[in-house]
């Protein structure tokens, strides 16, 4: 049974950390004291559950999180330090702080180490979120103890609604386009008018007609979504804009 570490400091360790061709010390006083940090800790770097979505949705609402007041996303491995820098380049997380705990010493003082030797991984943290003020925790949210790798309430969600229920939280854009498309160009313009970080899906020739079909069941691009919601090409996002000034950032 995990005991949760709320009201206690956070322990005080060194974590050795390669930074370009150089080692350096870094002190979890450094990290933490005079700070407000959000930490999420997992079992690994490139396993499946941290990397589809602990890691890329901390990183995706890392501005939700500085706008509540909080000084860095920080996020803690029983990893090398050479393993989490190569998948903080694979997830392009540059919004995350990763700090490689590799002999597991924070690990352990937060008593969160686990077993993990039948699968091959040896000690690793167990999975869990906290909320560090000036060294102290003052919300822990722990997985549950019970087989396998429970994700349930140490996501960015649960995290950013404790902070704020009421958080603002990017919206989730997406277009679909093709090269040399001047209405794709038009969409995106708009866009970043608009202030929208939004993802592109460049369609290939061979599956771009079947791609668009099967999911917007017209024959043409862009075809732009907000938040779930088809808005259309780029005329119609055009009037979509006009029509919803409240929504535009």
Known sequence: MFVSHEGKKVPSVTFPIRVGNEWKQIQSDEIFNHRTVV????PGAFTPTCS???LPRYNELASAFFKEGVDEIVCISVNDTFVMNEW???QEAEHI??????????TSAMNMLVDKSTIGFG??????????KNGVVVKQFIEPDKEGDPFEVSDADTMLNYINPQAKKPDQVAILTREGCP???????????QGYNYAEI????????????????RGTVPQV???GLHIGGADELENWVKSNPSHAQ
């Open 225 to 227: 979504f907000i938040n």
């Open 202 to 217: 460049v369609l290939p020739v061979a599956i771009r007609s079947k791609t668009i079909g099967a999911i917007t069941q």
């Open 52 to 54: 589809s979505t602990h």
């Open 97 to 106: 702080t990763m700090i490689p705990d590799g002999n597991g010493t924070f």
């Open 183 to 193: 209405h794709c160009i038009k969409a995106k313009a708009i866009l970043k008018e």
């Open 39 to 42: 930490v999420f800790s997992l």
């Open 123 to 132: 000690m690793r943290s167990w999975r869990y979120s906290m909320l560090v």
């Open 88 to 90: 903080a380049k694979d």
